[in-house]
């Protein structure tokens, strides 16, 4: 990272390279679990594997992102399913990931202390601290890939290693190869 970038430039890019690298692996994960208990309802929120990754998709990527950087506010229900296909998904999923760190550079580092404006999916507008609910995208996100590493190790399947620190620590020990 360069050593122009605010610490809030620092964080947030941090996060969404944490981000990229824990999509990545829950999804390498799911990728072994049958198509039957993929879709099982398995008690999530959002049922099941399927439809927490779906929901993933939907507020991460479609209403989030676009918020952040169109201002846009489109009208989804949260529980949509985007993409049936659960390769397809994947793929979206990844990318979508991929877009938010060349995004958190391009921002002045004032943005971060502003609002953000944006109208709720009831069409209610909304301002509120523009670092907080960036917090929140990637805070989300934890929450759905912990629930389904709880769903995982309940359908006998392994749970992937996904604790931030972890990835903290794979990254130093790259930046200290020659």
């Given at each position: 990272m360069s050593t122009s970038l605010s610490p809030f430039h620092t964080h947030f890019i941090r996060q969404?390279?944490?981000?990229?690298?824990?999509t990545h692996r829950l999804l390498d994960a799911v990728s072994r679990v049958s198509d039957e208990d993929y879709k099982r309802d398995v008690g999530?929120?959002?049922?099941?594997?399927h439809g927490t990754l779906n929901h993933l998709l939907v507020g991460e990527h479609l209403l989030w992102y676009a918020r952040f950087s169109k201002g846009a506010s489109p009208m989804l229900a949260l529980d949509a399913e985007i993409e049936p296909?659960?390769?397809?998904?994947?793929?979206?999923?990844?990318?979508?990931?991929?877009?938010?760190?060349?995004?958190i550079a391009s921002w002045p580092a004032e943005r971060f202390n502003g609002q953000l404006d944006y109208r709720t999916m009831k069409g209610v507008p909304q301002s509120l601290p523009f670092a907080a609910t960036l917090a929140?995208?990637?805070n989300h996100a934890t929450h759905h890939r912990g629930q389904i590493t709880a769903a995982l190790t309940a359908l006998g399947q392994p749970g992937p290693e996904l604790d931030w620190v972890?990835?903290?620590?794979?990254?130093?020990?790259?930046?200290?190869k020659p």
């Open positions: 969404a390279r944490y981000h990229v690298w824990a999530l929120f959002f049922k099941s594997i296909d659960r390769e397809r998904l994947g793929q979206a999923l990844k990318g979508g990931a991929a877009n938010w760190e060349h995004l929140h995208v990637f972890y990835h903290l620590q794979l990254e130093a020990a790259e930046a200290k």
